[in-house]
């Protein structure tokens, strides 16, 4: 998808409760997707990935699930804490090694 | 393990003056990548390299813009002349390239403000 900074979404939750954040994806030839958490002052962390093959991939916490039908994409965070306070992009691999980005997602966690 | 490092970590100059951005990438990383971040365009990728060599550079903004990577461990981006509109943060990332499906590590990048 296309990179709108502009206006960034934001989503608050409760300590201690399930995040979820979505992405819609544009290139239906997309066949790998990331997810990157990105701090105040830090570059894009890498969190997750997931090829187009699976539909779904859990890590630490974290779960991604994908539904290519509708190109949507999902980064569930369990239990959700204070330091997942951050602004998360999702990033889709079309062409070679190169990434093209969504604009991202706020997210707060209120203690 | 050391991850992408960049350096200067802020950089402050004057309209006209030539600027030059650096990062060493990830060791054994062989695909390098420069994005710029605005928060009107978000993440934007400049240019990456396979090898040291350039592969796509579509997204340089103009000429005043160029990058090099003269061996596997280094490479800059360089603005000359400077405009007040390149003020942004620019990021760079390696990765296990040129083989894809491969996640991009990133610096924490060089926040630039031209005045």
């Known amino acids: 998808g296309e990179s709108v900074g502009l206006h960034l979404p934001t989503l608050s939750v409760q300590e201690g409760d399930n995040s979820i954040i979505n992405c819609a994806y544009s290139n239906s030839a997309s066949d790998y997707f990331i997810w990157y958490k990105q701090e105040s002052g830090k570059g894009p962390q890498f969190i997750i990935d997931?090829?187009?093959?699976?539909d779904k991939r859990q890590g630490q916490r974290v779960t991604v699930l994908l539904n290519k039908t509708v190109k949507h994409l999902s980064l569930q965070i369990a239990a959700t804490q204070p330091g997942d306070s951050a602004v998360y992009f999702c990033a889709e691999n079309n062409a070679g090694n190169m990434l093209t980005f969504g604009g991202g997602t706020r997210l707060m966690v209120k203690p | 393990d050391a991850g992408v490092i960049q350096s200067p970590r802020h950089e402050v100059t004057e309209m006209g003056q030539e600027v030059t951005l650096r990062c060493k990438p990830i060791?054994?990383?062989?695909?390098l990548f420069w994005y710029r971040q605005t928060m009107m365009r978000g993440l934007e990728l400049l240019i990456y390299f396979n090898n040291n060599v350039p592969i796509d550079d579509s997204g340089m903004p103009e000429d005043r813009f160029s990058a090099k990577m003269p061996n596997a461990s280094f490479s800059t981006l360089k603005i000359q002349p400077s405009e007040p509109r390149d003020s942004a943060v620019y990021f760079c990332a390696s990765s296990l390239g040129p083989r894809v499906n491969q996640p991009q590590h990133f610096g924490d990048g060089t926040r630039l403000s031209i005045l």
């Open positions: 997931i090829r187009s093959n699976m």
């Open positions: 060791s054994g990383h062989n695909s």
